[in-house]
């Protein structure tokens, strides 16, 4: 399988590892690569919080891949829109380009604490935390 490294141009990503890419007024959610190390294929995505207002942290879904279970959490406060379309007939597209097309669902993210905003790691910041260096 060949896997992008291509990442979305205004990629935020949480300390658990999900990301964001906000478009004007919808962000478009997904798993980091680093987050899905080491998995070859999903068999399937669990629907635990799909509809309405969401709250930060909220399990959305679970990404199963043999005995392996994923948890995806909204990064932050917000409407669920949708499901990536695309996964439909290919699950490990989720894989195959973990930050860009492999995309899990669309939110639009409702007003924004600047709290919730701070949380949020640029791409310079979240590559500190993955190799372990503290983030300022």
Known sequence: MNISTISRPRIHFTQEHEWI????????VGLSM?????????DNIEWVNNKGT????????NIHSGSTVIPLHSPLRCKFLGINAKLKNNLNLILESPQDQGWIFFVTPMKFQNKEKEELLQPADYQKLIRGIKVS
């Open 21 to 28: 890419d906000f478009n004007g007024t919808v962000g478009f």
């Open 34 to 42: 680093f987050r899905l190390a080491g998995i070859k294929k999903i």
């Open 54 to 61: 969401i709250e930060k942290n909220t399990l959305i879904a």
